[in-house]
């Protein structure tokens, strides 16, 4: 696939953002594996890349992410925090749905933000 070439192999962001966001409007999950192995290791790419990413993987559900999605809110990743928040959400299962109750009880700013994601999983 042209697309997946030229974004595995691009060095300039923009265009990686756009590809990003193509795959993601489309539903194709050609880059998932990627997305995975980017997100596990996020210092390589450029923040809205990692976000889109982020975004990628909780628009099409990928619950394989969930481990490094808990990572980023757990460490507080401010760069990543909202998507994180968001696309764990929407690819999480019950024990992210557990992980989402007890961690936005225990912090100490509740905004509307926090809420979306325990509405995703029908908290």
């Known amino acids: 696939d042209r697309n997946n070439h030229a ?4 060095k300039y962001s923009p265009r990686k953002d756009k590809i990003i966001t193509y795959y993601t409007t489309n539903k194709d999950a050609r ?12 210092f390589d790419e450029e923040k809205s890349t990692i976000n889109l990413l982020i975004r990628y993987c ?3 559900k990928i619950q ?6 808990t990572d980023i809110l757990e460490n507080e990743q401010e760069d990543y925090f909202d998507a994180a928040l968001s696309a764990l959400g ?7 749905a557990v992980f989402l109750a007890d961690f936005l009880l225990g912090t100490l700013e509740m905004n509307s933000v926090c809420f979306y994601p325990l509405d995703e999983l029908k908290c």
């Open 90 to 96: 929407e690819c999480g299962g019950p024990d992210e």
């Open 64 to 69: 394989a992410v969930a481990p490094y999605l």
């Open 31 to 42: 880059l998932s594996d990627f997305a995975i192995e980017v997100i596990s290791d996020p």
């Open 58 to 60: 909780g628009a099409l």
């Open 7 to 10: 974004f595995r192999f691009s």
